[in-house]
């Protein structure tokens, strides 16, 4: 192993894990141990690519400016956890649960969120793009501004979540659940809802397509500079 590879690994030994002293009963624990559990983890940092994180307890995590690019963290509980400018791209979140967490320009491009839990997420300026995401749940998450291009997102479930100014071009929606999401400024250019779920004229109405976009049966749009144009096809 050379010096510079041998550097990096003792940084992501030494950077990897920090524990706060000051939250009481903590006990120092460290990412790469032989438990299953980090208990009362306060922050992950430094470079950790393709570490296993597989089913670790991580609740409360905070991920801050870090590189875990293509790790594998298959049913983990980050419940409540913090990507502050994190990289996970390519990492692997099937089945994870990351209710309530929140991700702030991270990006998770290409990464696997399949059957992931992601109810209540927020997120400002996450990328999202690439993202393998099939019946994964953002039930009631905050996706504003997310860079989500590309992804597949067939059997999901967006019910009342936000996708503010969220791009959404060339996604793949088959069967995803919109019922009372709000996609105001969202961009649907080139994405394919045509067997999306519960979507309604009031909400394509105010997101922007163009004339690749494929909307469900009855809907029907054209390309707009900023507004949407919705004819409803009567009987």
């Known amino acids: 192993m050379s010096a510079l590879l041998t ?22 624990a460290q990412a790469l141990d032989d438990g299953r559990d980090v208990p009362r983890l306060v922050s992950f ?25 293509q790790s594998s963290l298959i049913g983990a509980d980050l419940r409540g956890a913090s990507l502050l400018g994190v990289n996970f791209s390519g990492a692997v979140f099937t089945h994870a649960d990351l209710r ?9 491009q290409g990464a696997d969120l399949t059957g992931a839990n992601l109810v209540g997420l927020m997120t400002v300026g996450a990328n999202l793009r690439d993202v ?11 996706l504003v501004g997310a860079q989500m291009e590309g992804g597949d997102f067939q059997n999901a479930s967006f019910q009342d979540a936000e996708l503010l100014g969220a791009a959404l071009t060339g996604g793949h929606f088959a069967h995803a659940n919109f ?14 809802l045509s067997s999306a779920l519960n979507l309604t004229r009031e909400q394509i109405a105010q997101a922007c397509a163009d004339r690749a976009t494929r909307l469900p049966s009855g809907l029907t749009a054209r390309f707009c500079f900023g507004r949407l144009v919705v004819v409803r096809r009567e009987p």
């Open 7 to 28: 550097s990096h690994f003792r940084a992501t030994l030494a950077l990897c894990v920090t524990v706060l002293a000051a939250i009481v009963g903590a006990q120092p």
């Open 45 to 69: 940092g430094g470079v950790c690519v393709r570490c296993d994180l597989s089913t670790r307890k991580l609740t409360g995590a905070h991920f801050l400016g870090g590189n875990f690019q």
């Open 100 to 108: 309530g967490a929140s991700i702030t320009g991270g990006s998770l």
């Open 132 to 142: 393998k995401a099939a019946g994964a749940r953002f039930d009631g998450a905050r």
């Open 179 to 192: 019922r009372n999401a709000h996609l105001q400024g969202a961009t649907i250019a080139g994405a394919d």
